[in-house]
């Protein structure tokens, strides 16, 4: 096939340079937001003392991402790349200045925050698909692992140093003008991105030809791309899997601290998991996951799951500390390795469409099993902890006996089911080989002018 100059390409100095330029506004803004989650959550929880309102939250959440990221996808291939990004941020600004509006005139209600994280989520499904394929257009190949490691660093530091703040903000200036300063960290990155970041169109290909159409087509041609491919949809499929198991733990992290110790140890121990993600992201970047990333990512949800269900085993404050942040450290690893992995396989000006419908698939589970949480939790696994109840004799001499203790059977089990999962996923030949059988796209599957 005729090469192609469809594109100019991006010198790997200049496209780095670029690349930086919008993950150091994606890292402030991304602070913010930690901000504003950590007070908001413990804002419902403080008013409601429920988990089936942290959970219907939490759903609100991953909601658009499941309903809406075809369509963001499509809307991210037809426009420029920084576009998107722009107009997601200004969403996401505007919900978050309608937070500090509410609280500070004393108009906020709890039920508020799952109509305000439909609306953030709605924009952040723009979000991801235009960013992750711009790190295509801006690096070389060999660097996908490496780079896609230093964006989960961009969630590591927030992560860090956000709980932490967010803790003693909380308390000091409360929820309305801890979310102000969510706005203004939004408004540095528009500014960021209209002055000083270009992003280049990507080259043609022929997938992108054949995807052109009505945006119905467009939406559908995501979809087509990944089973067409079956390797991608085994991988696809674990994710699934795992985001499931997911789903079921985040709910029962809140209630497990909050009902032991105050808010504080709860930003403490978010502060030090962001420490064990921190040093992930770190190992990432400068490793790159190896040659077969698929290894290292199936690996790390293996060793991951271990952590997770440690976790459960006793309510003691070291035991938690240790291995939320082996289970953070294990993160990064997965979504870099994966991410690269679909980088590399996928055509740039396609990438918007597939990688949108990829995490609808993917995030679909978490519309679900956030809302599983609170009936097992409640219903089964606290009454059967209990003094007498079913499962006290059997497992009470591992994980001591009372209604608080069900929680951390539970999250023993998602942790052992996590690692069941990973491992199991290894013996499965497409997911295994996804990187052998799979050609990756080449300059060469450009379309001409």
Same mark, same amino acid.
């Given at each position: 096939?005729?090469?192609?100059?469809?594109?100019?390409?991006?010198?790997?100095?200049?496209?780095?340079?670029?690349?930086?330029?919008?993950?150091?506004?994606?890292?402030?803004?991304?602070?913010?937001?930690?901000?504003?989650?950590?007070?908001?959550?413990?804002?419902?929880?403080?008013?409601?003392?429920?988990?089936?309102?942290?959970?219907?939250?939490?759903?609100?959440?991953?909601?658009?991402?499941?309903?809406?990221?075809?369509?963001?996808?499509?809307?991210?291939?037809?426009?420029?790349?920084?576009?998107?990004?722009?107009?997601?941020?200004?969403?996401?600004?505007?919900?978050?200045?309608?937070?500090?509006?509410?609280?500070?005139?004393?108009?906020?209600?709890?039920?508020?925050?799952?109509?305000?994280?439909?609306?953030?989520?709605?924009?952040?499904?723009?979000?991801?698909?235009?960013?992750?394929?711009?790190?295509?257009?801006?690096?070389?190949?060999?660097?996908?692992?490496?780079?896609?490691?230093?964006?989960?660093?961009?969630?590591?530091?927030?992560?860090?140093?956000?709980?932490?703040?967010?803790?003693?903000?909380?308390?000091?200036?409360?929820?309305?003008?801890?979310?102000?300063?969510?706005?203004?960290?939004?408004?540095?990155?528009?500014?960021?991105?209209?002055?000083?970041?270009?992003?280049?169109?990507?080259?043609?290909?022929?997938?992108?030809?054949?995807?052109?159409?009505?945006?119905?087509?467009?939406?559908?041609?995501?979809?087509?791309?990944?089973?067409?491919?079956?390797?991608?949809?085994?991988?696809?499929?674990?994710?699934?899997?795992?985001?499931?198991?997911?789903?079921?733990?985040? *709910?029962?992290?809140?209630?497990?601290?909050?009902?032991?110790?105050?808010?504080?140890?709860?930003?403490?121990?978010?502060?030090?998991?962001?420490?064990?993600?921190?040093?992930?992201?770190?190992?990432?970047?400068?490793?790159?996951?190896?040659?077969?990333?698929?290894?290292?990512?199936?690996?790390?949800?293996?060793?991951?799951?271990?952590?997770?269900?440690?976790?459960?085993?006793?309510?003691?404050?070291?035991?938690?500390?240790?291995?939320?942040?082996?289970?953070?450290?294990?993160?990064?690893?997965?979504?870099?390795?994966?991410?690269?992995?679909?980088?590399?396989?996928?055509? *740039?000006?396609?990438?918007?469409?597939?990688?949108?419908?990829?995490?609808?698939?993917?995030?679909?589970?978490?519309?679900?099993?956030?809302?599983?949480?609170? *009936?097992?939790?409640?219903?089964?696994?606290?009454?059967?902890?209990?003094?007498?109840?079913?499962?006290?004799?059997?497992?009470?001499?591992?994980?001591?006996?009372?209604?608080?203790?069900?929680?951390?059977?539970?999250?023993?089990?998602?942790?052992?089911?996590?690692?069941?999962?990973?491992?199991?996923?290894?013996?499965?030949?497409?997911?295994?080989?996804?990187?052998?059988?799979?050609?990756?796209?080449?300059?060469?599957d450009e379309l001409a002018k």
């Amino acid at each position: 096939m005729e090469q192609a100059n469809s594109a100019p390409a991006v010198q790997p100095a200049h496209g780095m340079r670029t690349f930086f330029t919008i993950w150091s506004g994606q890292l402030v803004s991304l602070l913010g937001s930690q901000l504003t989650g950590f007070a908001l959550g413990v804002w419902v929880y403080a008013e409601t003392s429920s988990v089936m309102m942290l959970a219907l939250t939490q759903v609100a959440q991953q909601i658009p991402y499941v309903l809406l990221s075809p369509l963001a996808g499509v809307l991210s291939d037809r426009w420029n790349r920084r576009t998107a990004i722009i107009v997601s941020d200004l969403g996401c600004g505007a919900a978050v200045l309608g937070i500090a509006i509410l609280f500070l005139t004393g108009n906020l209600r709890a039920w508020m925050a799952i109509p305000i994280n439909l609306w953030m989520a709605a924009f952040n499904t723009l979000m991801w698909p235009a960013l992750t394929a711009t790190v295509t257009l801006l690096v070389p190949k060999e660097q996908f692992g490496r780079v896609n490691g230093i964006m989960q660093l961009g969630e590591a530091i927030p992560q860090i140093a956000g709980p932490a703040l967010a803790g003693m903000l909380y308390v000091a200036i409360k929820m309305g003008n801890m979310a102000l300063i969510d706005f203004a960290t939004y408004t540095f990155s528009v500014l960021l991105l209209l002055f000083f970041v270009r992003i280049p169109a990507p080259p043609r290909s022929l997938d992108g030809q054949k995807a052109k159409g009505s945006v119905w087509k467009e939406m559908r041609f995501g979809l087509d791309y990944i089973f067409e491919r079956k390797g991608l949809l085994a991988l696809l499929t674990f994710f699934l899997l795992t985001n499931f198991l997911s789903g079921i733990m985040s *709910p029962l992290i809140v209630p497990l601290i909050l009902d032991n110790w105050d808010a504080a140890t709860l930003g403490f121990l978010s502060t030090l998991m962001g420490v064990g993600m921190l040093v992930g992201t770190l190992v990432m970047s400068a490793w790159g996951g190896g040659k077969r990333k698929v290894y290292t990512l199936l690996g790390a949800g293996a060793i991951g799951g271990l952590f997770l269900a440690a976790l459960g085993l006793r309510v003691s404050l070291p035991l938690i500390a240790v291995c939320g942040v082996g289970l953070m450290f294990m993160g990064p690893f997965m979504n870099a390795c994966s991410q690269a992995i679909w980088q590399a396989k996928v055509a *740039p000006d396609v990438q918007g469409r597939v990688f949108a419908v990829r995490r609808t698939i993917a995030w679909s589970a978490m519309m679900v099993a956030p809302l599983l949480a609170a *009936p097992l939790a409640d219903k089964v696994f606290k009454p059967a902890m209990t003094e007498g109840g079913a499962l006290a004799a059997l497992l009470g001499p591992i994980f001591g006996v009372g209604a608080g203790r069900g929680v951390g059977v539970l999250i023993t089990l998602v942790g052992l089911l996590t690692v069941l999962v990973s491992v199991g996923a290894f013996f499965v030949p497409r997911i295994r080989n996804v990187e052998i059988d799979l050609p990756d796209f080449k300059p060469e599957d450009e379309l001409a002018k």
